[in-house]
């Protein structure tokens, strides 16, 4: 079952950076990272490219093995302008 805090968020854009630099500090390949959330190689980098948002369920697989929080995962909300 996905967290709840996942529930509401849906699919929403990723932090490609944060994804990239958790996974280089396991010293894990993109390979290696989609075998742990049980993705295919593409779709790590589709992540870390901000390509494709992952659904709840695989936000919450890969902040687990990446020792984040679900929310870490998520870029900050982009705010506009008021003029």
Known sequence: MADPRLRRIGRCRVDGAKIRKAREALG???T?????????????????????????AIAQRLA??????????????ETPEVA
């Open 64 to 77: 687990q093995v990446l020792g984040l929080s679900p929310e870490e995962l998520f870029a900050p909300e």
């Open 28 to 30: 894990w390949n993109r």
């Open 32 to 56: 290696q990272l989609a075998a742990a959330v049980g993705v295919v190689e593409r779709t790590v980098y589709r992540f870390e490219d901000e390509d494709h948002p992952p659904s709840p």
